[in-house]
């Protein structure tokens, strides 16, 4: 199925984006914004996959 490949990529490029952020003690509500939405993609892609069963 798509969605088990889905969950590991956006848990990666999540991972990388948040490394690669410009200066977070400056841009904090942007850094966690980003983790925000990587953290909530994640959460909806495990329930979809879920409830696919």
């Known amino acids: ?6 969950i590991p990529i956006v848990v990666v490029i999540g ?4 490394f690669f952020f410009p200066e977070p003690e400056t841009n904090f ?3 966690l914004g980003t983790a925000l939405f ?3 993609i994640t959460i909806f ?9």
């Open 1 to 6: 199925m798509k969605i088990n490949y889905l």
């Open 15 to 18: 991972i990388i984006t948040l």
């Open 29 to 31: 509500l942007s850094y």
């Open 38 to 40: 990587f953290v909530i």
């Open 45 to 53: 892609l495990v329930v979809w996959k879920i409830k696919k069963k």
